[in-house]
């Protein structure tokens, strides 16, 4: 690998989630970051014009999520990128998933409940303010989660306009039995503002493979309307 391909690496790591280059093979980049966990290596493809990219992730559901996006670009030890594009797409997922997968983000939630407990001094008891940090911190955090886990665009529409998104719980918040499940992603879908109110009053749902169902209250108008696929 020479000085420009690996400049040229490390430029794309930094700017799609793996902000440091780390020191290590000469014929290979290696890439971290601060904001999460997941580690890359990307490597020259012996023998043909390309480039292999490895992930190490300390939440076993990121290579399954990663494989699922990229079905074409799998390879036997990684992913193949042909191009710079496609190099940036799968570094930029690696790195959603790593920061909304659920090890990483109850990690991150922790990390902010106690610096905000550390600067509070009113005069609520301890019990509640611990509470109201803890719901506030975590409905961000999982909305964050949300967004990077789905592309900043709805589930069901594609619409990627964030501020008209919903981070739906399909357990409720307060039914949940620990922090973990309430920051859990796959506990919910993001959804534009119409759907979430549907969702969230029981009159859609989805089965096992995605598919959304209508309760049949929901006029023939609106069901058609809410049927909209990511293209």
Same mark, same amino acid.
């Not at 089965?207 to 598919?211: K, N, S």
């Given at each position: 690998m020479n000085p420009l391909q690996r400049a040229l690496i490390e430029k794309l790591g930094h700017d799609h989630g793996f902000e440091h280059a780390l020191p290590?093979?000469?014929? $290979?980049?290696?890439?971290?970051?601060?904001?999460?966990s997941a580690r890359a290596e990307v490597t020259l493809l012996p023998g043909v014009e390309g480039l292999l990219l490895t992930v190490e992730a300390a939440t076993p559901a990121l290579l399954p999520e990663m494989r699922q996006t990229f079905p074409s670009l799998c390879a036997a030890a990684g992913f193949a990128a042909s191009t710079e594009?496609?190099?940036?797409?799968?570094?930029?997922?690696?790195?959603?998933?790593?920061?909304?997968?659920? =090890?990483?983000?109850?990690?991150?939630?922790e990390s902010e409940v106690s610096r905000?407990?550390?600067?509070? $001094?009113?005069?609520?008891?301890?019990?509640?303010?611990?509470?109201l940090v803890r719901q506030r911190v975590g409905q961000q955090?999982?909305?964050?989660?949300?967004?990077?886990?789905?592309?900043?665009?709805?589930?069901? $529409?594609?619409?990627?306009?964030?501020?008209?998104?919903?981070? =739906?719980?399909a357990k409720p918040w307060a039914e949940c039995s620990s922090d973990a499940e309430?920051?859990?992603?796959?506990?919910g879908f993001l959804l534009v503002a119409n759907l979430d109110a549907l969702f969230d009053g029981f009159l859609v749902s989805f089965?096992?493979?995605?598919?959304m169902l209508c309760h049949h209250a929901c006029q023939p108008t609106t069901r058609t309307a809410s049927a909209c696929s990511r293209a």
């Open positions: 290590g093979d000469p014929h $290979t980049v290696a890439l971290a970051s601060a904001r999460h594009a496609e190099l940036a797409a799968l570094l930029r997922r690696a790195a959603s998933l790593a920061r909304a997968l659920p =090890s990483q983000a109850a990690k991150d939630f905000q407990l550390g600067e509070l $001094t009113n005069g609520l008891g301890d019990t509640e303010v611990e509470r955090k999982y909305r964050s989660a949300m967004l990077d886990y789905w592309g900043g665009a709805c589930a069901v $529409t594609g619409l990627a306009l964030p501020e008209l998104l919903r981070a =739906s719980h309430r920051l859990d992603v796959f506990n089965d096992d493979a995605g598919v």
